[in-house]
């Protein structure tokens, strides 16, 4: 069964960046590929982005369309999401899902 780790989150200032890692373990991402979601404390849990097994299709939030870049590496096991141009209201803990499987989340801190 395929387990998914993610990382790279950490504190930035508002307008930084920062590159998010979902590596998959055991096997391949399924074919329907791989999801970011994220939850900021006392909120509910809010879509990202999705991109497909091949790369040729990805989905973003309005609320991170031109900020936020979702990709996938096959040959490496892993779906990459580059923040830039992050805002305090990104903060939340960022977790990747595919084909129903969850990572445990990373961290993700905006300063204002």
């Known amino acids: 069964q395929v387990q998914l780790v993610e990382s790279g989150g950490g504190l930035v200032q508002t307008g930084g960046s920062l590159r998010l890692s979902c590596v998959a373990s055991?096997?391949?991402?399924?074919?329907?590929?791989c999801n970011w979601f994220r939850q900021a404390p006392g909120k509910e849990q809010e879509f990202v982005a999705a991109?497909?097994?091949?790369?040729?299709?990805?989905t973003y939030a309005d609320s991170v369309k031109g900020r936020f870049t979702i990709s996938i590496d096959n040959a490496k096991r892993t779906v990459y999401l580059q923040m830039d141009a992050l805002k305090p209201e990104d903060t939340a803990d960022y977790y990747c899902?595919?084909?129903?499987?969850w990572g445990r989340g990373t961290q993700v801190t905006v300063s204002s």
């Open positions: 899902m595919s084909a129903g499987i």
């Open positions: 991109i497909n097994f091949s790369g040729s299709s990805t």
């Open positions: 055991g096997r391949t991402f399924d074919t329907s590929g």
